[in-house]
């Protein structure tokens, strides 16, 4: 049996062969289709479909070829039908916007690189494979760890995001702060409050230039601390912040993160003061949330960008404190802290955790090379600062205006208004006759 017989015996096409070309009508398979599932019992409506179609040249018909345009149609048409496709969809637009040229090649900064196809980038495991040849920089594996140190985190003016340790002795000794302090406590911040480590800027960049996060259960995460490759995990990292873990999902407390979107803002209406305050704004907020708010930022919520508003899972953060309150539950310090790295490293933030992060590095190291201590390599070191939270003026609460009564009037002030109608009416009659 010939191929096109071939075709038309097992797939029921309907093949024609001419002088013009070869034409494959589906017609057959299509009654076959509606015959497997019963359609052809259904009560029929009027529709233009034809049952019995024979294969004819159109002598009006064009040219099959698809040209670059068509192609760019069916490509959206995929990526609004197959969300995964996205990725071959952008990388596909970027090569339309600047087409390759044949005989050389065209980087792609990271630094300009989308989203998916940087996240995509920091996903894969770099230490896999051994010490590229071509880094001239021997602090990085490869030349794509270099690209990220130089082009996305040496240009912050900052460096890292700004933090301080908190004098919890005068948050203790002040009124002030005495329902601040407490819910503190409550939620297990004493220790990364009164954490004080001095950091290296350089080191904490490479950290995040190098890092790599591992999708297992302990959190295992490797990064490279000037030439050497080191490995943690998230249970190390919170022995060295004073926070060890315990086995069970729910056994280190409750959590920001566990929703793939953050929650809405207006989640915030109650911490504010009352006739004050825009939910999502960091001013006017009640004075105990005010506190909590800055506690958060120089601790596991450090910002260097815009401080007036409350963005991501900040917002999480105050809404689960403001519904835990009260219930002797602790919080998953190190769980909201290990979300923020990785979405710091994705989403090419600024650096934060710079003190903690210096602990754990100077922890690791130990363990790791304890034939060379880390102090005797130069360092450009940081001071991390105490900050002792101030005092703050708030607004007062705009009081509602207490409803008009309205009940219905007695019969005493009844007659009252009666006889003021009847003299006002006896009055201006004897004005007008005088």
Not at 13 to 24: A, D, N, S, V, Y
Not at 267 to 272: A, D, F, G, I, T
Not at 402 to 411: A, C, F, I
Request: one cysteine or more.
């Amino acid at each position: 049996m010939s191929m096109m017989g071939e075709m038309k015996f097992f797939l029921g096409f309907e093949i024609k062969q001419l002088r013009e070309g070869t034409f494959i009508n589906q017609a057959k398979y299509l009654q076959d289709m509606l015959k497997r599932f019963k359609m052809t019992e259904m009560k029929g409506v009027a529709t233009p479909m034809v049952t019995k179609c024979h294969l004819a040249l159109d002598p009006n018909g064009g040219s099959k070829k698809r040209g670059k345009a068509h192609v760019d149609e069916i490509e959206e048409e995929l990526e609004q039908t197959r969300p995964s496709k996205l990725i071959a969809r952008q990388q596909a637009a970027q090569r339309h916007k600047s087409p390759v040229v044949r005989g050389k090649n065209i980087h792609v900064s990271v630094k300009n690189m989308l989203y998916l196809e940087y996240k995509e980038l920091r996903d894969m495991n770099p230490y896999l494979t051994p010490r590229s040849n071509r880094v001239g920089d021997k602090r990085f594996h490869n030349k794509t760890q270099e690209e990220i140190f130089y082009e996305v985190y040496v240009p912050f003016k900052k460096g890292v995001a700004p933090q301080h340790a908190i004098d919890t002795g005068k948050m203790a000794a002040s009124r002030y702060f005495e329902e601040a302090y407490a819910m503190c406590g409550e939620f297990g911040l004493y220790p990364i409050m009164e954490l004080n480590k001095d950091y290296d800027i350089g080191l904490i960049q490479q950290f995040y230039a190098t890092v790599h996060f591992e999708q297992d259960e302990a959190r295992t995460f490797r990064w490279m601390t000037h030439e050497r490759l080191l490995e943690s995990n998230l249970a190390k990292f919170g022995s060295a912040l004073g926070y060890p873990r315990y086995p069970g999902v729910d056994a280190n407390g409750w959590r920001c993160h566990d929703s793939s979107f953050s929650q809405t803002r207006e989640v915030l209406e109650h911490l504010y003061i009352k006739g004050w305050g825009i939910p999502g704004k960091s001013a006017d907020l009640l004075p105990t949330w005010d506190i909590m708010l800055r506690v958060y930022r120089k601790t596991i919520g450090p910002k260097g960008g815009n401080l007036d508003e409350l963005h991501l899972y900040e917002v999480d953060l105050m809404a689960n404190s403001f519904a835990k309150k009260g219930t002797g539950e602790r919080l998953d310090v190190m769980d909201y802290i290990y979300h923020e790295m990785w979405s710091c490293v994705m989403e090419k933030k600024l650096p934060s955790f710079a003190p903690y992060i210096m602990k754990l590095i100077e922890d690791t190291w130990v363990d790791t090379c304890e034939s060379t201590l880390l102090h005797s390599i130069p360092l450009n070191i940081t001071s991390h600062e105490v900050k002792v939270l101030r005092t703050k003026r708030h607004n007062s609460p705009i009081e509602d205006v207490p409803p008009m009564d309205e009940k219905p009037p007695s019969w005493a002030s009844k007659l009252a208004r009666r006889m003021r109608q009847i003299f006002c009416l006896t009055s201006a009659v004897n004005h007008h006759q005088y």
